[in-house]
């Protein structure tokens, strides 16, 4: 069968093509994909071509198709998985498959990637548990699950002491700040921290952007009254200022959403004692450092920690926190586009403001801002609509939105 993707040949060279998918094995699975939200991680992997450590060496002569953020429907199931898989099904796959070593979808496979129509889902995939069933009212909340998970992984890295043990996760009634919070990734860590079962005394989030800072306090106030947790939003950048907020006594739990050494600096000045620095963005550099406190580590007792994607019980843990309606991820999603939108918006992925950009593969639609729904429905009914739906919404998407793109589009 034919299907259109979006695939990597080398450095800044993806192409948006349609080529014959082969029919699968009895031991396979054929998905269509719905919608793929673009990853920054996917901007490196472009920019890098074969450099990359996930991407294979022959790329030039055996593209591999890009996108690892998605969510799809199974179409056909091969006679070995008849019992377990049916027809209409919604699936997620996570990216990393812990057995295949650096091989990951978005980055390694020519059959399989979220910038696709359709692909095909290998038996060693289903076979070791990574096609993951997903009951859902939305294939969206499916291709977001991926990086909330990754932010949960996060919060799941961070440590302190306790007696002789160490012990994972926020302190109980301690103070975070997020550094740089209020990008895509940031917004879900605050909407995940204002939903951790280790309740936070308080959570600061800081961003130099003050539109950004804005339109996260909107989103999140509601929730951290609810919850009885003081959330503070600054434009602060200097250390003074920030430990202002914490009465001078530091944070127990700070996490870096930006990889820049200044603020990894700033991050290291913050900690309480007993406090853990959370690394959790990915930098290109590979040599990028930053000047760390050894006083501090050793009489304050401080502790560094760095998480990178996630695992298949975290993807599983993270549905489930949406499925009961803890946390909606969907705050993230600032753009939407189809299938042509793709590659121009991958190359610039830094450029474009905003937070996630969710991509449905089987329409034709320029990346387009949320926010620009109103105006443009002005001489598009289509987009008039589309801005009543997200407009009581709090602009944020939604699975009417996507019901109505999907019918409309």
Known sequence: MKTNAVRLYGENDLRLEEFDLRDITDSEILIKIVCDSVCMSTYKTAKQGEKHIRVPNNIANSPIIVGHEFCGEIIKVGKRWCNQYSVG?????????GYMGMNTIGYSFSEIGGDS??????????????????NSDAFYKGSIIEPASCVLRGYKGTHHLFGDDFVSGLKQN???AILAGCGPMGLEAIDIVLSSNKTPALVLVTDINIERLER????????????????IFSSATTKNELLYYSNGEGFDDVFVYAPVAELIELADSLLAFDGCLNFFAGPIDKNLKAKVNFYDIHYSQHHFSGTSGSTVEDIKETAQLISQNKINPAVMITHIGGLNSVIETTLNLPQIPGGKKLIYTH???PLTAISDFKELGKTDERFNKLFEITDKNNGIWSAEAEKYLLENF
């Open 89 to 97: 099904e919604k699936i997620i796959i996570p990216p990393a498959l």
């Open 117 to 134: 129509t359709y692909a095909i889902v290998y038996e060693h995939i289903i076979e070791n548990g990574y096609l993951i069933k997903f």
């Open 174 to 176: 301690g103070k975070v």
């Open 216 to 231: 996260a306090k909107s989103l999140f106030e509601k929730k951290a009254i609810e919850n009885k947790i003081n959330l």
């Open 363 to 365: 329409i034709n639609l």
